[in-house]
């Protein structure tokens, strides 16, 4: 497909079958271990994604979610261009990413939040001045970006101040200004909130939000945050051993993998005498809960039943009924495959 | 890659190198201290167990005025940090930030170790201004502005040949998992061979000869013995061309490694 093709069908990311075979050496513990790979070592290959399909869109923040070891990164690493594919193909903005043009790295961004791009023994600003002339971004437009950036992600202050001496939250967005400032059309986003906390977190994800409606970019986000992918992604695409077990809207993910709900009965404040419970352990689990609250986890099909036999046989002064949390359900997906593999 | 970006980066580099101001000038006074130190007890007793005043054509003063230019010249030649920089930035997976710029990695590299040189031009100047006001001069020898120039473009051959040297070594990374033994070996290697130990006047002919051939020369005893005027101009040319000859070579291995070696790399590190 030529570029003028991508850009009408504003596919931006195209993957078609892709592989990555690693090849690791085993060593044996201990002395003889040790001695044995001077001469000989096993070599061991490991499928890290195995013939994946995938198309982003313009505009769109795409979720890859799965355990760690799962294949995230490593497709991440493939589509920015930093490692070579076993085999299949990808295209993003119409290139072969790990040709690495010029004209495709000009158009991209990798944000990789357990490792620092910028360089520490500088302050931001002067980084960010050799950003400027890496990626050719014209006077005007780096001192607006840069302006609107530190405006908006709240570090105009600190942009003077040695990188290595900035909060983690703080580089963080520092980052994130470095990633954005030459405007890319594909944002790879590698765990961008890790470590941070719940404040910094929620302006990350805010200001991504912000970022995609103003410019439209594709994105692809790496998450262990089930919180970053909720708020963020409203398509995601479940990986585990390198395979694809999911790709489709956010939402339809507790359709397909919810077989259980979650029933909260709140009891009136006044109840006096310990209540016994064990009677309703027939509907399903009881989970850990607040005072005054009762909490089951119920098959879908024992909803009704369950809820009228709580309602019957407690003072209930109000009940709900609720989805898994989007993290419960990819965990149980994960630990049932792993189950069966085993 | 631009010159506009190249000194951008050289320029990052030095302010950098320059924040470290204390370390700077320690590093710099105790490693030329140290080593002078060494060649001057080194000397004094070989001159004097040997009842000579003169050794493979230098008196004790020359022979200190060789170490003094070859010690602060190999900092020229070899830079400070370069060393350590490619082959950890494969190990660490440093690499993947540079292979998504829009620019050659090779020559963001290049432009960081010239950058991270000019504290050393800053300090060369200084030590030789130091020794040559300290002693009066340069030995017996006299230095012309040809001898100048000759020096000059010596030093900025060999700086391009030791990074030539060097890089397809750190390379070998995307294989090894350490590359240090190798860069010991090139380090002891160029310093015997390159007169960075002792002038190679003092070699066996045979060996001197072969070595006329081999990049190492080039290095570090073609620019001081260029500068106290110890080499004819032929015989200059002839060495350069030697260099040039082997930077061209040493390129093309360097860039076939480097391609092969991308094929493994697997950016460890995100």
Partial sequence: MTIAALSRASTMIRVRDLQKTYYVHEKAPGLWGSIRSLVARKRIAKQAVQGVNLDVEEGEILGLVGPNGAGKTTLVKMLAGIIHPSGGDAQVLGHTPWERHNDFRRQIALIMGQKAQLWWDLPAADGFLLLKEIYRVPDERYAKNLAYLAEVLDVTKHLNVQVRRLSLGERMKMELIAALLHEPRVVFLDEPTIGLDLTAQRAIRDFLLAYREEHRPAMILTSHYMEDIERLCKRIVIIDGGEFIYDGPLERVAKTYATQKVITAHLRANVGTPIDLTAFERFGELLPAEENEVKLRVARDAVAEAAAALLAGLPVADLSIDEEDIGTIIERIFRERRVESS | ?270
Wanted: glycine share 10%.
């Fill in chain 2, 1 to 270: 890659m631009s010159p506009r970006l190249f000194l951008q980066v050289a320029s990052v580099e030095m302010r950098k190198r320059m924040s470290y101001r204390v370390d700077f000038w320690i590093n710099a006074f105790v490693g030329f201290a140290a080593e002078l130190t060494v060649a001057w007890f080194l000397w004094t007793a070989l001159y004097a167990e040997s009842g000579k005043s003169v050794i493979g054509g230098y008196d004790f003063d020359t022979m200190l005025v060789y170490y003094v230019f070859v010690i602060v010249f190999s900092r020229l030649v070899r830079g400070t940090e370069f060393e350590a920089n490619v082959s950890q930035d494969i190990y660490e997976g440093g690499l993947n930030r540079y292979l998504v710029f829009p620019a050659s990695y090779f020559g963001l590299k290049y432009a960081q170790h010239i950058g991270g040189l000019f504290p050393t031009i800053v300090q060369t100047g200084a030590f030789v201004a130091f020794w040559l006001i300290a002693t009066g001069g340069a030995g017996g020898e006299s230095i012309t502005p040809t001898g100048v120039l000759m020096c000059a473009a010596s030093l900025i051959l060999a700086n391009l040949l030791y990074y030539a040297m060097s890089f397809p070594l750190h390379v070998t990374a995307f294989w090894a998992d350490n590359v240090w033994s190798l860069l010991v070996t090139l380090r002891f290697a160029s310093n015997l061979l390159g007169g960075r130990m002792f002038p190679l006047v003092l070699f066996p002919l045979f060996l001197r000869n072969a070595n006329e051939w081999l990049p190492f020369r080039t290095l570090f005893a073609l620019p001081v013995e260029a500068l106290l005027g110890r080499i004819s101009f032929d015989a200059w040319l002839q060495g350069m061309a030697v260099g040039l000859v082997w930077l061209v070579v040493l390129a093309q291995v360097g860039r076939a490694v480097w391609r092969r070696g991308n094929l493994q790399y697997s950016g460890i590190g995100i």
